[in-house]
């Protein structure tokens, strides 16, 4: 026996910087066990671990957090700023979906320990995601993620439109995979590694990238990421499931994984494939244009609120495509500053639905908002911050991060792009503030007090008022942004 | 010994002296089998205060002979609709792995067909194929008691194997090999140096799951009797009757042989490391050994079907998932840590 | 004379019929059974390229388990299958005019002329003291500890939700508890009653 062990060298991987991997792993699996035992009425008890385990999380990220890139277990996992960062942003929006969350489930009778497991698992996920140093651990983060998702969005059983929803996902989910497994397969055949640093530097080299597989390599992985991220024409899926999910389930879809895939973009297209620059930037200017009309244009259409959002994410999309197509470090700065704003500005808008819906009622159709000055002035009023903000409005925050990108296409020489971009931005102004129009205009239809717990009304304020802020003093999150991304793009 | 054999034949072209160990091993089984339905009515009948069949030759003992020429002249009977092809393959399916597994069983050291690296897995494997037989001999004879042995059986097949193969993840931990022959080897100083031991918990439960496995009493419920009539093979007659049953008992063998050589140390003296006994039991040769444990677990088998009342079936999936995989795999922990501490005397 | 190419021809040979039959046989049991037969034989192939390990736990796994569950299922299930078959030859131009311009796309990309023998070279041939499983093993918990972990944790997940999706617990529903059936006492199930010997009388008729 003690041949056989001294034959294997096996050096014990340095576990520190997956410290929170591991914690969220063990809090999850803890809580499973926990809520087993749980009775219904205390149920808020696997609420509160699964926030706590958010905080833990954080703390040991920030507390690990040197600035410094540091590789571990032998190249497949990496901690930089930019994950760090991150993870940090996710960690935040999770625990508001999980609070949002709460009374809403509650209410339909919903509140099971499944959907915050499920949801740290997905956590877990998005952290593999973002800390992913080789295509295997891309995959598998990805799938971890997605895995969490569609069973998320199958969680409300009885629902038909839920499981409508839970299969489109998950079929076009399955094809979406496949196709990037099988660009990320013959990338691995033609640089004969796993390791995104190996395949980086392979196709640095000049005179490497001249390679009909690798074109089709390239195309495959970008339309799997198009799939995941929903740009257009590879969007079908998002009004469906965004339409489809519990609202709390749509928050949670429609918030957090965004940044993990913007992370995964990075690593793939950025620091694994920076080579073929020239190559995938015209296809991603194809995905940013159509994402950007098509979004904004249906949007217009849409008289249900979820599915207006869910047309506005595509359109988000595009504009996030367009600080990455640029291919220098401002670009992609800006590109994870406007995937930061997108996140917290879709909590606040899915948050907006479900602060106004109670049992047997989502108010999820534009009329429920009509007149909502009347019944709650605040909430208005925070309701319409994240409207302009969302146009994209000066002074708030969504300006900044529309702002930042369009400079970065600008600098790039691409004015033309530019130019589109705001065009289709003001025509998508229009719907953002037909819901203000509602609501300060219109007589309300419905009279009934607002509902929700304490803590949803207090972090919905914080959300509210963060956009406000952040938006008059954007240069904190712009300069965290920059320094993440310092070490990607020359 | 094949060795000695070996370079003393060394003429001979390879293939030919293969098939010659294959006749080797396959005739004695088949003797063994149809002597061990023979052992099986008299071992019944003793326990239930009978005598059991002693009317064909002296004591009975040509009843096999018999009973195999009554199966060979018999017709072979194909029911209307049914699938003739997957028919006629279904008791050739089954028997053929079970048959197929014995490459890798060695009989003492160095006397074994094909000396392989992964020979515990080879042996799952094979054994997870045999329920294609049994599943394909319920489809394809268009019957719907045969139908309903062969979900039955599938499903206790399946859910088993799990639990089988974790206790022999548990062996393969012990022994730090997956080689049957390194198995025993590591098992050698004295009765209490086997495996049984160390791995009690294990071996009880590979046992139990083999004779789940085999759909033998007190698990036969793919057979059932009273409920379905024969269940998968009711509609088989004559000689694809006998390889079904063929099929069965040398499945019993087998299970029965790996008991003795993964728990029991094989073609190890029992008197190993006993001063006196040992020098007294040297002339025994290993194969004896290993051939006399089997022995007693084919008893057990038979033991078993005279003693215990048939299994429901809920029952049946409820002792396989939720008593023996959780057990195995806490076991598995148990192990690990008694070969990371170097627990004498099995792991020092 | 090298056996080898004989062997790796003969299997490939089955293996494209048994994969070709999967696709076309009307019976669906008859397609799940060529698809345990297409695995068996890329077990064997497996061992031609000395990945006993994989080969074994194909069998093991897919063919063993994964397939007689499949098998199970399709069984059972009553398929009619005019409907299915509805369209056919409306759809066939279509379907086969995509099928050739997808593989003639995957020659030119993906052929030989990119991942063959002369790019990659021939693979390297192991002495009989290699062991296969070995070498799957000592870096499986090593240098792919982390991806392997993850994948712990996806199969977790699949049971939460398969679980999660598919349980429900009906309140009329009665269940044993096994652990009570054993401990059960005498005195739970028997009552013994004292009664008076009855006096033997003579039947009146």
């Known amino acids: 026996m003690e041949e056989q062990l001294a034959s294997v060298s096996f050096q014990v991987p340095d576990m520190t910087p997956a410290l929170p991997e591991i914690f969220v792993l063990t809090m999850a699996c803890v809580i499973l066990v926990v809520d087993l035992f749980l009775t219904d009425r205390n149920r808020v008890i696997t609420y509160l671990m699964s926030l706590a385990t958010l905080l833990g999380a954080a703390i040991l990220t920030f507390s690990l957090h040197t600035g410094e890139t540091v590789l571990s277990f032998d190249g497949s996992f990496i901690s930089d700023s930019m994950a760090d960062v991150l993870k940090f942003f996710i960690y935040l929006v999770c625990a508001a979906v999980f609070i949002y969350a709460r009374q809403y489930l509650i209410d339909r009778q919903l509140f099971k320990g499944e959907f915050y497991v499920l949801g740290l698992f997905g956590v877990l996920g998005m952290m593999v995601m973002v800390s992913a140093h080789s295509l295997l651990t891309i995959y598998l983060g990805l799938e ?53 640093g190996d395949i980086g530097a392979y196709l640095a080299a000049p005179g490497s990238s001249d390679n009909l597989a690798l074109m089709f390599a390239v195309a495959f992985v970008i339309v799997g990421l198009a799939f995941k991220l929903g740009a257009v024409p590879f969007h079908m899926w998002i009004p469906d499931v965004y339409h489809g999910a519990s609202t709390p389930v749509t928050l949670y879809i429609g918030s957090a994984p965004k940044l993990a895939a913007f992370a995964l973009v990075m690593r793939l297209l950025v620091e694994g494939m920076e080579g073929l620059h020239v190559h995938w930037q015209d296809m991603l200017i194809v995905l940013a244009v159509l994402s950007m009309a098509a979004g904004n244009v249906i949007a217009i259409a849409q008289g249900n609120l979820k599915r207006m959002l869910a047309y506005s994410t595509i359109a988000h999309v595009g504009y996030l495509l367009l600080g990455i197509l640029t291919g220098v470090t401002t670009g992609y700065a800006a590109s994870m500053f406007y995937v930061i704003v997108y996140a917290i500005m879709t909590l606040g808008g899915f948050g907006m639905i479900i602060l106004l819906s109670r049992a047997g009622f989502e108010a999820e159709n534009l009329e429920d908002f009509k007149g909502l000055n009347e019944r709650s002035p605040w909430f208005a009023a925070m309701m319409a911050i994240l409207m302009f903000s969302m146009a994209g409005v000066p002074p708030f925050l969504g300006f900044w991060a529309k702002f930042a990108v369009l400079e970065a296409v600008v600098r790039a020489d691409m004015v033309w792009l530019a130019v589109v971009a705001v065009l289709f931005a003001i025509i998508g102004a229009y719907y953002y503030l037909r819901i203000i129009k509602l609501m300060y205009f219109d007589k309300a239809e419905e009279t009934t007090p607002l509902t929700s717990g304490t803590d949803m009304k207090l972090v919905m304020s914080v959300n509210g008022l963060a956009v406000l802020a952040l938006g008059i003093y954007p240069s904190a999150l712009l300069a965290l942004c920059a320094g993440a991304m310092a070490t990607f793009g020359g | 010994m094949i060795e000695t054999l070996d370079t003393a034949m060394g003429g001979i072209p390879q293939v030919v002296w293969i098939v010659i160990k294959i006749l080797a091993i396959v005739l004695p089984i088949m003797g063994s089998v149809a002597y061990l339905t023979l052992a099986e009515r008299k071992v019944i009948g003793y326990i239930q205060v009978r005598i059991g069949p002693n009317r064909v030759g002296p004591r009975g003992l040509l009843q096999p002979i018999a009973d195999g020429l009554k199966l060979m002249m018999k017709e072979v009977i194909i029911p209307t609709n049914a699938n ?59 019957s719907k008691y045969a139908f309903i042995g062969a979900l039955r059986s599938a499903a206790q097949v399946v859910s088993y194997e799990i639990a089988m193969g974790f206790a022999l993840v548990g062996v393969l931990i012990a022994a730090g090999s997956m080689n049957l022959t390194d198995v025993v080897m590591k098992q050698q100083g004295s009765f209490l140096h086997w495996f049984w031991v160390p791995l009690l918990p294990l071996f009880m439960v590979y046992f139990i799951s083999g004779v789940a496995e085999t759909n033998r009493a007190p698990f036969d419920v793919a057979e059932g009797e009273s409920e379905i009539v024969a269940g998968f093979h009711v509609e088989y007659s004559g000689m694809t009757f006998a390889l079904f049953f063929l099929a069965e008992y040398a499945n019993m063998i087998l299970v029965s042989i790996l008991c003795a050589l993964m728990f029991f140390g094989g073609w190890l003296s029992p008197f190993q490391g006993i001063p006196v006994l040992e020098g007294l039991f040297a002339w025994v040769p290993g194969i004896a050994w290993v051939l006399a444990k089997t022995a007693f677990f084919l008893f057990c088998f038979l033991w078993f079907r005279a003693t215990f009342p048939r299994y429901r079936y809920d029952q049946i999936m409820r002792l396989g998932w939720k008593v023996f995989i959780p057990i195995t795999i806490v076991w598995l922990l148990v192990a690990g840590a008694m070969v990371l501490g170097n627990v004498a005397p099995w792991f020092d | 004379m090298n056996i080898e190419p004989i062997i790796f021809y003969f299997f490939s040979a089955i293996l494209v019929a048994a994969s070709a039959a999967v696709i076309t046989v009307r019976n669906p049991v008859h397609a799940a059974l060529s698809l345990v037969l297409a695995f068996f034989t890329s077990a064997i192939i497996w061992v031609l390229l000395e990945a006993e390990f994989l080969a074994i736990t194909l069998v093991l796994v897919y063919v063993g388990a994964v397939m007689v569950l499949f098998l199970f299922v ?99 529903t009665k269940f044993q508890d096994p652990s009570k059936q054993v401990l059960v006492k005498r005195n739970e199930r028997v009552r013994m009653v004292k009664m008076a010997a009855e006096n033997k009388t003579t039947p009146n008729e």
């Open chain 2, 84 to 142: 003739r092809f997957l028919f006629i393959l279904a008791p050739i399916l089954v028997l053929a792995p079970s048959l197929a597994a014995w490459a890798v069983v060695p009989f003492d050291e160095g006397m074994v067909l094909a000396d392989i690296d992964a020979s515990i897995l080879y042996i799952l494997a094979l054994t997870s194929m045999s329920v294609y037989g049994v599943i394909i001999a319920g489809w394809a004879s268009n």
């Open chain 1, 144 to 196: 971890l993620l997605a895995l969490c998702l569609y069973a998320m969005v199958a969680l409300q059983r009885d629902s038909g439109i839920a499981s409508e929803a839970a299969m489109k996902y998950f079929v076009l989910g399955a094809l979406a995979s496949g196709l990037l497994l099988y660009g990320m397969s013959i990338l691995y055949g033609i640089t004969g590694s796993l390791d995104i």
């Open chain 3, 74 to 172: 399709v069984m059972m299930l009553d398929i009619n299958l005019v409907p299915l078959r509805e369209g056919f030859i409306r759809y066939l131009p279509v379907g086969a005019l995509v099928a050739i311009i997808m593989f003639v796309e995957m020659v030119i990309v993906v052929g030989s002329n990119r991942f063959g023998l002369d790019v990659f070279g021939a693979g390297m041939k192991h002495g009989p003291d290699y062991s296969n499983t070995k070498e799957l093993g000592s870096v499986l918990y090593t240098v792919y500890v982390y991806p392997f972990e993850i994948a712990a944790a996806i199969l977790l997940v699949a049971i939460i939700a398969a679980i999660a999706l598919t349980m429900r617990r009906r309140p009329a």
